[in-house]
């Protein structure tokens, strides 16, 4: 099956500097670019004249204006463009089937408006079944990367920052797109694993001769780290990697040192809570105050 790299567009800088990041990313990554613009004719309860055919025609415009910007910044890039009739969470997620990374704005004035709760964004991130990649526009948060007109951000690799949770197993898929992406950009990864002393009640002989015979505490989530990461080395032999484990919480740990990445790779487990699908709360902090972009990644408990 071909993929491609999707982003959405509504207009707004925010989508605008997301269209851009997927270009280049999908130009690291030898793959097509397809940018949706979502557009639903629903006519409002109010004694006005509603055109639907004029109201459809901005939404090409819309999505003209997008593929005009993208092309122009990168000649050469396999780009197609599509206004699709349904809601934005819809229209994204029809997509997945043939996506490798869905990529939106972090806020926009349209269709893709931010990660706030109840968000078109938070929505996407919460139910697709591929990563999703947040992008903000230059003056909408502490973030710069990725921004539309910012060409200087990207004349080096830099780092890619990835938060690594449980077993190896459970970390593999977003282990997997980090390295996959630093692979892609010739940039190096500092893997990250936050950890906390367990309450009481879940010491027992057996965990406590395991931290024990790793000599510690530390020294355990440390080897847990190192275990991890041990296939993804193999596999990508050329990626410099630096490991931090660190006690604390896993939000708190990977945004300190946030500051200097162009990327932080984050899982969000797939499973549906009692009040419907959630992107956990390491991925909602890392969503509302990284500095740079974010790529939540879905991933099922082994």
């Excluded at 071909?2 to 707004?12: L, Q």
Aim: negative net charge; aromatic residues 4%.
């Amino acid at each position: 099956m071909s993929r491609e790299i999707v982003a959405g567009v509504d207009g707004s800088p925010e989508s605008l500097a997301a269209a851009d990041w997927a270009a280049r990313e999908a130009a690291h990554r030898g793959l097509p670019l397809r940018l949706v613009h979502a557009w639903r004719w629903e006519p409002l309860a109010l004694p006005l004249d509603q055109d639907p055919t004029a109201q459809q025609q901005v939404a090409r415009e819309v999505l003209r204006e997008a593929e005009n910007a993208v092309a122009g910044r990168h000649p050469g890039l396999p780009l197609s463009a599509q206004v699709i009739g349904d809601t934005p969470v819809a229209a994204l997620l029809g997509t997945v089937d043939e996506a490798e990374l869905l990529v939106i704005g972090s806020r926009g004035q349209g269709a893709l408006a931010g990660f706030l709760l109840g968000s078109y964004g938070q929505q996407i991130i919460a139910a697709s079944p591929v990563p999703v990649v947040a992008v903000r526009s230059r003056g909408t948060g502490p973030a710069t990367d990725g921004a539309a007109g910012d060409e200087a951000v990207e004349e080096t690799p830099g780092e890619i920052l990835v938060g690594q949770d449980g077993s190896p197993e459970d970390s593999a898929p977003v282990l997997k797109v980090a390295f996959e992406t630093a692979a892609a950009r010739g940039a190096s990864i500092q893997a990250v694993r936050a950890w906390s002393l367990p309450p009481l009640i879940a010491y027992s002989p057996s965990s406590l001769a395991l931290a024990d015979e790793a000599g510690g505490l530390v020294p355990f989530e440390e080897k847990a780290l190192g275990e991890a990461l041990a296939p993804w080395r193999e596999r990508f032999p050329d990626v410099p990697v630096t490991e931090h484990v660190e006690l604390g919480s896993a939000g708190q740990v990977l945004l300190s040192r946030s500051g200097a990445a162009r990327l932080l790779v984050v899982g969000r487990r797939a499973r549906r809570g009692a009040l419907g699908q959630r992107i956990g709360s390491v991925a909602h902090a890392a969503l509302h105050l990284a500095p740079c972009p974010v790529v939540v990644v879905p991933h099922q408990e082994a």
